[in-house]
């Protein structure tokens, strides 16, 4: 079985431009959970989709936002980027229907820097 | 809230040592404990898991004990390799909330 796959794997912008991010879950998997990784603030959660609805957010401003499409797949974007913006996007998908089905499983990540 | 807090890396060791990485958590009720690993340059993978209180999660020589009584889930493993150099995550989740991270623990082998 696949695993979870995030496009592009690199990304460079410049300040104040927006950019998309696509996760493609695991076949199967009907959640998808967006974290941001940073030396300085570690592991932070964004927000997660379970079957085309936000079911937890995060502490992000508004310029962060989400959606999951019918598929599974998710997007995330981010407008006017600012250069604290530069980090690692991990993508995580799991089943999410119930207690045994709440492991996630990790893509490889987006990096994203902001000049 | 939920919380999880690991010891301050990082660690380094020699090869075949023995290894704990502590772990402690803050939740109510009964969440779920993992333990995730961070090659470089790579995603995180789930290393092992325990669902309930005295499970023993495993996997590639790895091991963590749920206790509820003291609140912990320490990874360890009896003979480290160079190979299991990165960091290491422990994690929580209740029920359908977010996963919750500590902050990851950086461990080197040295040969």
């Known amino acids: 079985k696949a695993g979870v796959t995030q496009t592009p794997r690199y990304l460079i912008k410049t300040r104040g431009q927006q950019v998309t991010l696509s996760c493609s879950p695991i076949?199967?998997?009907?959640?998808v959970s967006w974290y941001q990784q940073t030396p300085g603030q570690g592991l932070q959660f964004l927000f997660e989709y379970f079957s085309e609805t936000q079911r937890n957010k995060g502490n992000f401003p508004g310029r962060f936002s989400g959606r999951q499409f019918s598929n599974s797949r998710s997007e995330m974007n981010v407008s006017t980027l600012e250069l604290g913006d530069s980090a690692l996007y991990l993508c995580a998908s799991s089943l999410g229907r119930d207690r045994d089905s709440y492991e996630q499983y990790f893509g490889p990540g987006t990096r994203l820097t902001v000049t | 809230g939920n919380s999880v807090t690991q010891m301050e890396g990082p660690v380094t060791l020699s090869e075949e040592a023995f290894l704990t990485i502590n772990c402690t958590y803050t939740a109510t009720g009964y969440p779920s404990l993992f333990w995730y690993v961070q090659y470089p340059g790579e995603g995180l993978q789930l290393l092992l898991k325990?669902?309930?209180?005295?499970d023993k999660g495993s996997n590639k020589g790895f091991e963590a004990t749920y206790r509820k009584e003291t609140t912990s889930f320490h990874l360890e493993k009896g003979s480290v390799q160079v190979s299991d150099s990165a960091v290491y995550f422990c994690?929580?989740?209740?029920?359908?909330?977010?996963?919750?991270f500590g902050q990851g623990t950086r461990l080197t082998i040295n040969p």
């Open positions: 994690a929580l989740r209740r029920g359908a909330q977010k996963l919750v």
């Open positions: 325990a669902t309930k209180a005295d």
């Open positions: 076949s199967g998997h009907r959640s």
